[in-house]
C-alpha cells in the first residue's frame, strides 16, 4: 500500500483546473495524494484560494503576490492578505519572489513586494514560499535585507536553479521543492541540484496546471501527477517509491504545521528493499556526528524515538504486519546500539532466519563483547549473516574525539571485534562517516588490514 503524499503547491483555482476541481481532487486521492496546498498568486485570487480550501477538506492555502503581479499590488492589499494570512487553513506566504524571465512587472517593484512579504511572513510566523527565476543574486540579498536576522521558515519552489543556489538556501533554513521539470531531459541542472538537497529538506509538488512530467508533457498538469515526481526522485536517490513519499510528506508536515499522523513507537521501518529492526535509542558512543546529538531521532522520515523498547515478541509481531516477506533482508539498526539487548536480537533473528528464510545483518558499533563482559560472536553467528561495524577511525585518540565512546579501551575493542567476526560470520564490512577532516584513506587501509570490505557513509544523511 502506497505511503500518503502531499503536493507542496498547485494551483487548482486556475481556469484550467477549477472547472473539473471534483474530478481533479478524486483522480489526487486515487494517486495517493491525501494534501494539496493551493497557492494564491494575486490581490483578487487570494481569497478564494482560502475559501476553497475551508469548503475542500484536502486542499490548503497559501496567499500572496506572485512577482509577475508585483505592479497590481496596491497599498490595500496588504491588510486583506494579512487578515487571510490568519485563517487556520493558511499555512504559508506566497507565492512571493522575483522573476526576471519574463519581467511582466519592473525589477524594483517586484523586489519591493518580496520584501514585503519577507517582512509579513516573518512578523506572522508564517513559512514563505519563494519563487526565484533568473534572479538567484537578487533572490538571496532581499531575503538578507528584508529578514533582518529573522529569517522566517520557508521553501524554494519549483526549484530550477543551480546546485549552488540550493546550498545557499539550504544555509538560510529553507526547504527546496522540485517539480515535473527535474524529470526533463535537459534538466541535468536541476538533478544536479536535487543531489545537493539532504533528504530532510526535500519537498514535491507539481506546480499545476503547470509543468506536467515528461511522461505528460503537453497535457494539463494536476496534483496527481506529483507521484510522477517522486517516483523520479526515488530512482534519482536510490530509494524506493514509498521512501520519497513518506519523507516528503514528513518534510512538508514539518514546515507548514500539518497534521502527522503517528502510530505509535516504530518498532519496524523499510527503506529500499531492506526492513529495519528499532530495538533500543540507547548507545555506548556519543558520536558528534550523529544527529541524536541534538535530538533528532529520524531517519528516511520514520521517527525512531521509542516510548519503550520492544520484546522479542513485539519485534516479530511488527515484522509480520510490515510483510518481511517482501523484503530482501531484516536489519538490526536505529540510533541505539542492538548488541544492549542481544537476547532479544538473538531470539528474533533466529525466527527471521527459521521462519522467512531471510538474510540477516547487524549494524554495530563493536563494542557488544565489551558491554556484556563476554565474546559474543559465537551468539552472533547463531543468527546474522551480516554485520555491518562503524569503525569510523585509525586510531583511539581519533575514535574517543569523534565518537565520545563510554566504555574504556573502547577502539581497541571494536578492532578486536572485526577480527573475531571475520572468523566466524560471512559477511563483514568496516564504515566510517565521511566527517570533514577525517582521513577516510587511512580508515580504508586499515579495513584492508583487517581483511574487511570498508563502506564510507556520506556526512549528514542518515540512513
Given amino acids: 500500500m502506497p505511503e500518503p503524499a502531499i503536493d507542496t503547491h498547485a494551483h487548482v483555482h486556475f481556469d484550467r483546473l477549477e472547472p473539473d476541481l471534483v474530478g481533479v481532487l478524486a483522480r489526487a486521492r486515487a494517486a495517493g495524494v491525501e494534501t494539496i496546498i493551493n497557492v494564491g498568486t494575486k490581490p483578487e485570487d487570494n481569497a478564494r484560494v482560502v475559501e476553497m480550501a475551508e469548503r475542500e477538506p484536502m486542499l490548503y492555502a497559501a496567499v500572496g503576490f506572485h512577482p509577475h503581479e508585483a505592479a497590481k499590488v496596491k497599498a490595500v492589499d496588504w491588510p486583506v492578505l494579512e487578515e487571510l494570512a490568519r485563517r487556520e487553513k493558511v499555512v504559508a506566504l506566497g507565492e512571493f519572489g522575483l522573476d526576471y524571465h519574463y519581467e511582466h512587472s519592473p525589477r524594483p517593484v517586484q523586489r519591493e513586494v518580496f520584501a514585503s512579504g519577507v517582512h509579513l511572513a516573518s512578523r506572522l510566523g508564517k513559512p514563505l514560499i519563494v519563487h526565484t527565476r533568473e534572479a538567484e543574486g537578487d533572490t538571496l540579498a532581499v531575503l538578507d535585507s528584508a529578514a533582518e536576522g529573522r529569517m522566517p521558515p520557508g521553501v524554494f519552489h519549483c526549484f530550477t536553479g543551480s546546485a549552488e543556489l ?9 526547504y527546496v521543492s522540485f517539480s515535473g521539470i527535474v524529470t526533463f531531459p535537459n534538466a541535468d541542472g536541476v538533478r544536479a541540484a536535487a543531489k545537493a538537497v539532504p533528504l530532510e529538506r526535500l519537498l514535491v509538488e507539481t506546480d499545476s496546471p503547470y509543468c506536467a512530467p515528461a511522461a505528460m508533457r503537453g497535457k494539463t498538469n494536476e496534483p496527481a501527477h506529483v507521484v510522477e515526481v ?17 519523507i516528503t510528506t514528513r518534510n512538508a508536515c ?7 499522523e503517528r502510530t505509535g513507537p516504530c518498532f519496524v ?62 536489519v538490526f539498526c536505529g540510533f541505539g546500539e ?11 533473528g533466529k525466527e527471521v532466519r527459521a521462519r522467512w528464510k531471510k538474510k540477516v545483518r547487524l549494524d554495530t558499533n563493536g563494542q557488544g563483547s565489551v558491554l556484556t563482559g563476554r565474546d559474543i ?11 555491518s561495524v562503524s569503525l569510523n577511525a585509525t586510531d583511539a585518540a581519533t575514535y574517543e574525539r569523534l565518537c565520545r565512546p ?10 578486536a571485534f572485526v577480527r573475531r567476526a571475520k572468523e566466524r560470520i560471512p559477511e563483514v564490512r568496516a564504515t566510517a562517516v565521511a566527517v570533514p577532516g577525517v582521513d577516510l584513506e587511512a580508515v580504508r587501509r586499515l579495513a584492508q588490514e583487517l581483511d574487511v570490505a570498508f563502506h564510507v557513509r556520506a556526512y549528514n544523511v542518515v540512513g
Fill in 269 to 330: 521501518y523499510p527503506i529500499r528493499r531492506s526492513l529495519y529492526v528499532n530495538v533500543t535509542n540507547e548507545c555506548s558512543n556519543r558520536c558528534r556526528f550523529c544527529p541524536r546529538s541534538e535530538g533528532v531521532l529520524v531517519v528516511k522520515g520514520h521517527d525512531l524515538r521509542l516510548a519503550r523498547e520492544p520484546s522479542a515478541g513485539d519485534m516479530l509481531k511488527a515484522l509480520r504486519e510490515a510483510g518481511v516477506e517482501r523484503y530482501e533482508e531484516v
Fill in 338 to 348: 542492538p548488541t544492549l539487548r542481544l537476547e532479544e536480537i538473538r531470539k528474533v
Fill in 406 to 415: 563510554t566504555v574504556p579501551n573502547a577502539f581497541e575493542a571494536v578492532c
Fill in 166 to 174: 540550493a546550498k545557499e538556501a539550504l544555509a538560510r533554513g529553507f
Fill in 254 to 260: 514539518h514546515l507548514f504545521g500539518l497534521r502527522l
Fill in 377 to 387: 560472536v559465537p551468539d552472533l553467528a547463531e543468527f546474522v549473516d551480516a554485520v
Fill in 230 to 246: 517522486i517516483r523520479f526522485l526515488a530512482g534519482l536517490y536510490g530509494l524506493t517509491e514509498n521512501d520519497v513519499r513518506r
